[in-house]
């Protein structure tokens, strides 16, 4: 009689069984909560949009004295009075002269940045090192420091209470959080293509404009992006350069419902500050994935 080998195993614990597997409930947990802590920490990031908005319809008394998230009735009127503008400059035309300002500044920014950035990271050149340092010190340097010495050589040139002393800077490479940015993605460009480029017989800046420009697309939108962010928020260089109320911007005329009459008009600037953040939220959720790309592959290559 013969034995199976399966006899000779180690003998079976139990039957198996056939039902569906279970999670155990830790496991659960552990995967729902970073969801859970996600989903909180947007609530509270989208928070004061929701605030601003609901605000925006407040009646004038509910402003300053409710504490209540949602208005007792809506206002609507608010948006109307928005739209008027301010000091008898529509709202339209501040719009247009921010966007204006804005769009300058990033044309800009682009070209020079740009331009600068390839010469760092390519060009070979005396003292390019310590140039290179030079322009990153810059960035500890405070806004501030050389707002004054601006200021008066604007003035000398005539040119206060002018859109210049705001776009002219962004043409001469002054941003070097940007020149930086750039670099160290060029940086990270093969070097094949632009020697390619050189044999066919391109000299630098056209292969800077047929080449290296092109492949440099995510930090140039980066550029962009955060360029015109940061200029279509900024108001103390534009309330510094800015007199006439036809060259007003919308930052400007937010300040100016809060000192335009001996009662705040707080329910209008509101309304007005909904206007202004729409392009912002719009312009950024278009190109949101090329500032995710841009920022993960810049400032990460030697």
């Not at 632009?194 to 630098?204: F, L, Q, T, V, Y």
């Not at 036809?246 to 309304?271: C, H, K, W």
């Amino acid at each position: 009689m013969t034995t199976s080998p399966l006899s000779t195993g180690p003998l079976s614990t139990g039957p198996l069984s056939t039902g569906p597997l279970t999670t155990a409930p830790g496991a659960a947990v552990r995967r729902g909560l970073p969801h859970v802590i996600a989903a909180v920490s947007l609530l509270i990031l989208l928070y004061p949009l929701v605030w601003l908005l609901a605000t925006s319809v407040k009646p004038a008394d509910e402003v300053v004295t409710s504490l209540d998230l949602l208005p007792s009735h809506l206002e609507w009127s608010n948006y109307l009075t928005a739209l008027e503008g301010v000091s008898g400059v529509p709202v339209s035309r501040l719009f247009v002269n921010t966007l204006l300002i804005a769009g300058g500044c990033v044309i800009g920014n682009l070209l020079s940045c740009s331009l600068a950035a390839y010469a760092f990271a390519r060009l070979r050149f005396r003292m390019r090192k310590v140039m290179f340092g030079f322009m990153v010190a810059t960035l500890m340097l405070p806004h501030h420091v050389v707002l004054i010495p601006q200021y008066i050589i604007f003035n000398r040139l005539g040119l206060v209470d002018t859109y210049w002393p705001l776009i002219l800077p962004k043409f001469l490479a002054t941003e070097a959080f940007f020149v930086f940015l750039i670099v160290q993605f060029m940086r990270g460009l093969p070097r094949e293509l632009e020697e390619s480029a050189r044999i066919d017989g391109c000299g630098p800046f056209r292969t800077y404009w047929a080449i290296t420009l092109p492949l440099s697309r995510p930090a140039l939108i980066t550029t962009a992006i955060f360029t015109f962010i940061w200029s279509w928020n900024d108001f103390l260089t534009q309330m510094i350069y800015l007199f006439a109320p036809e060259n007003f911007t919308l930052t400007i005329a937010l300040r100016s419902f809060v000192d335009q009459s001996s009662t705040s008009a707080y329910g209008p600037m509101f309304a007005m500050s909904v206007i202004s953040v729409l392009p912002i939220v719009l312009f950024f959720f278009v190109f949101q994935r090329y500032l995710v790309q841009g920022m993960a592959t810049s400032g990460l290559k030697g």
